[in-house]
């Protein structure tokens, strides 16, 4: 009896053992299968939120400032500025549940508006696994601060300020936020084609130049244009811009690795050759047909060169980032020559640069684009895959229509509520002092 006992409650303790042993490993298990923030990841992506913000302000602020005439160079400075503020408060309101909460493959739902669910501490697996959800939220805010802001260099001296305010909510709401959820959300339509844009070719850069587009045709000329010289008043500024461009768009491009890895530095490789590579493309061929290399042109080559490396930088190796951002530079360059053939007043050409270095880096995305580099996309035409190249002209085609069309309707709306240009008095005297009431350049009597 008491040697049944005795075992029985040795069998008892077994169970016990057993039970405790088989909790340890569910729950070191749970622990493992749980996403865990990585602080160098969170380092990283934190600092490029702050390199792509810079890129606006200070960086784009300047490089359209300096190119516009010294009576509107305030005006362009606000707008840089105060798109950074209003942005801001809506993706937190609304934009980022728009642009990337799962619901539909066309738009998010409203179930993260005020950023609710999405947490400081924890990441959200369909995006990252390894930063807080805030801080891709963060990050993914500036992309929709800066998209809007490259616009104005198209509409630069003659829109009013108060519809440019209403036009870049519109714009930012049912244009931009769309696209974003179509080509980065998880469940977008254009994500589950298969179209790679690694850092903004579609959603930044062809969206906002084919909205330049159409609001230089609605807007019209500036007065005197093409008649009286136009003629950048401070290119130390506009250079100085660029810098600062170049600089911030490693956090735009390797920043989108959302990771202190290897992507990361392949991205940040890729985007400086091909920004290198566009300064040089430009330079030499406005050399050749000019007679004199530029500043202005080196500057905007350089430009030139991070728009097309962009949807391309995490997908492609060092030598055909070259051979891309060289393209670039050449095709950019024929592109702004061009404009005064078509009549448009793309006051800072942003159609020639981005619109049409989008372009060009979408497709050649669908060129160059290898598994080798990231074996989270796909290989490209050169790699034995020619059905990307198609999804990637999809994109691109899509990209245009949607924007250029809503983009024409809400000026026409905005147009309708408030106005979108000043009056010809206003836009003589110069928009920083008709309607900000301010000059850059204080003489003093």
């Given at each position: 009896m008491n040697g049944r006992a005795f075992s029985s409650r040795r069998i008892g303790l077994a169970g016990v053992l057993a039970a405790i042993a088989l909790l340890s490993a569910t729950q070191a298990f749970a622990a493992e299968a749980q996403p865990q923030v990585?602080?160098?990841?969170?380092?990283?992506?934190?600092?490029?939120?702050?390199?792509v913000l810079m890129m606006t302000i200070p960086g784009l602020a300047l490089f359209y400032g300096g190119l516009v005439r010294r009576k509107n160079v305030l005006s362009v400075l606000m707008q840089s500025f105060i798109l950074a503020a209003v942005i801001s408060i809506?993706?937190?309101?609304?934009?980022?549940?728009?642009?990337?909460?799962?619901?539909?493959?066309?738009?998010?739902?409203?179930q993260w508006m005020g950023l609710s669910g999405v947490s400081a501490s924890v990441p959200y697996p369909a995006y990252s696994a390894t930063v807080p959800h805030q801080?891709?939220?963060i990050y993914q805010c500036m992309f929709a601060i800066i998209t809007p802001a490259l616009i104005t260099g198209a509409i630069a001296e003659r829109m009013s300020f108060s519809g440019f305010l209403v036009f870049s909510l519109l714009w930012t709401t049912l244009i931009y936020d769309p696209l974003a959820h179509w080509v980065w959300g998880a469940d977008g339509w254009l994500h589950a084609l298969g179209a790679l844009d690694f850092a903004g070719g579609t959603v930044v850069h062809i969206s906002s130049?084919?909205?330049a587009l159409a609001g230089a045709l609605i807007l019209g000329r500036?007065?005197?244009?093409?008649?009286?010289?136009?003629?950048?008043?401070?290119?130390?500024?506009?250079?100085t811009g660029a810098g600062l461009l170049w600089v911030g768009w490693f956090g735009f491009n390797a920043g989108s690795a959302l990771a202190a890895?290897?992507?990361?530095?392949?991205?940040?490789?890729?985007?400086?050759?091909?920004?290198?590579?566009?300064?040089?493309g430009w330079l030499f061929a406005e050399w050749m047909l000019t007679g004199k290399p530029t500043v202005l042109g080196a500057a905007s080559g350089a430009v030139a060169g991070l728009v097309a490396i962009t949807p391309a930088s995490g997908f492609v190796a060092p030598v055909p980032s070259i051979i891309i951002g060289l393209a670039a530079g050449v095709i950019c360059f024929m592109a702004v020559r061009m404009k005064p053939r078509f009549g448009y007043d793309d006051a800072l050409d942003v159609v020639g640069v981005h619109m049409v270095g989008g372009i060009f880096g979408a497709l050649a995305t669908g060129l160059f684009a290898s598994v080798a580099v990231n074996a989270?996309?796909?290989?490209?035409?050169?790699?034995?895959?020619?059905?990307?190249?198609?999804i990637q002209a999809i994109g691109v085609v899509v990209t245009i229509a949607f924007s250029f069309i809503g983009s024409s309707?809400?000026?026409?709306?905005?147009?309708a509520v408030v106005g979108v240009r000043v009056t010809q008095d206003d836009e003589v005297l110069g928009l920083d002092l008709s309607q900000h009431n301010e000059a850059a350049y204080a003489v003093e009597g």
């Open positions: 990585n602080g160098a990841d969170v380092a990283w992506l934190l600092t490029s939120a702050a390199l809506q993706w937190v309101f609304f934009g980022y549940s728009l642009a990337f909460s799962p619901y539909s493959a066309l738009i998010g739902s409203l801080a891709y939220m130049g084919a909205a500036r007065t005197g244009y093409p008649r009286e010289p136009m003629m950048p008043h401070n290119l130390v500024y506009s250079v890895n290897g992507l990361a530095v392949s991205a940040f490789v890729a985007t400086h050759l091909g920004a290198s590579a566009a300064a040089l989270a996309g796909a290989n490209g035409l050169f790699y034995g895959n020619p059905r990307q190249l198609l309707i809400l000026l026409k709306v905005t147009d």
